[in-house]
């Protein structure tokens, strides 16, 4: 079975409530349909009778709901959270209920917030700040997690390495300053990640350019300090670095350049140095070896929200809507 019918699967054993607040974009609709009518999970789509009745015309919304943010009845309780959990910005009821209503990002959020819903995908027509801004100002991290960080599940066909060809790549999607401290927590976000989803246990190797000291240099020393962070904050993960791609994968490789190493040959979980190789990474093997690149999916959060790419398909919504269920079933 093919991973992302794993997670429709794992998503229908236990349905969650996933907000989608961008009606504007037809994909929204379409995606919508197919997740009800495939019992993936009970979606809430944000938008007047108005805007419900002009994007959705032409899609069977049977069993949707949709919830007009200007009528709901829960709206006075999420603009006091919302002044709640900005206080010391200062913010007033006044600018929370404008807030709200300018970009139902933040009502989604808040209904996360308040219990009435367990996620939110968002971006295909909004930009990846647009959709983690509010997730962090309302959501917040996780206890003693510093950031968000986005991977991939890659899925590469007729592969030996890996978990039967599947991996998961980080950080490709979040990050752009990295340091060992940084590294570390992706390190270590990844390894929970894999293990969830994948349902092996993972072997993390932080790449370089470098194996094991075989080069001298500031991009290094980074990732050395990452692995020294991680083993100490993370005991209990197989994980070892730095390591080249190739030493990390290929046994053969790895009895050269990291005999000793726990995880080089046989790595599932590759936690790239830089934003800028991650993302190059994944859409080289996404490409060249024809991978299913499901992602980018948020790590870090203390309640499941993701981005989406703009380019993507309705059937990319419902592979991110069941994994951010997955995710769902997986906090509580």
């Known amino acids: 079975m093919a991973f992302i019918d794993e997670m429709i699967a794992k998503a229908k054993a236990d349905k969650k409530t996933i907000v989608l607040p961008e009606y504007m974009d037809h994909r929204t609709w379409e995606a919508a349909v197919k997740i009800v009518k495939e019992g993936v999970a009970n979606i809430v789509i944000l938008a007047t009778p108005e805007q419900a009745a002009e994007h959705g015309k032409d899609y069977d919304t049977n069993g949707i709901t949709v919830i007009d943010p200007a009528t709901d009845p829960n709206r006075q309780k999420y603009i006091d959270k919302f002044c709640e959990l900005r206080a010391k910005k200062g913010l007033t009821p006044e600018d929370a209920e404008k807030q709200m209503m300018a970009d139902y990002m933040y009502y989604a959020c808040l209904m996360c917030k308040c219990g009435d819903a367990d996620g939110v995908v968002s971006g295909a027509c909004h930009s990846t700040g647009n959709t983690i801004r509010p997730a962090l100002q309302l959501l917040k991290t996780k206890p003693g997690i510093s950031s968000v960080s986005g991977f991939f599940v890659v899925e590469v066909p007729n592969c030996e390495y890996g978990e039967n060809g599947r991996f998961v790549f980080a950080d490709c999607a979040v990050n752009t300053d990295f340091d060992g401290a940084k590294l570390a927590e992706i390190a270590g976000l990844s390894a929970e990640s894999f293990k969830s989803f994948i349902g092996a246990e993972p072997k993390v ?18 990732v050395q300090e990452g692995v020294k962070i991680a083993h100490e904050k993370f005991p209990e993960v197989a994980l070892d670095g730095e390591l ?35 993302n190059i990474g994944y859409k080289l093997v996404q490409r060249l070896a024809k991978a299913n690149a499901y992602g980018p999916v948020l790590q870090g959060l203390s309640m499941p929200v993701n981005d989406l790419s703009r380019g993507c398909f309705a059937d990319d919504i419902v592979g991110v809507v069941a994994m951010t269920a997955v995710q769902a079933q997986m906090a509580k």
Do not use: C, I, R, W
């Not at 190797?205 to 020393?221: I, P, Q, R």
């Not at 030493?247 to 050269?256: F, I, S």
């Open 205 to 222: 190797a932080m790449l370089s350019y470098s194996s094991y000291g075989s080069a001298k240099h500031d991009d290094v020393t980074k």
């Open 244 to 278: 080249q791609l190739d030493a990390a994968l290929d046994p053969t490789v790895a009895a050269l350049k990291a005999p000793e190493s726990p995880v080089a040959g046989k790595a599932n979980t590759l936690v790239f140095p830089s934003l800028e190789a991650g």
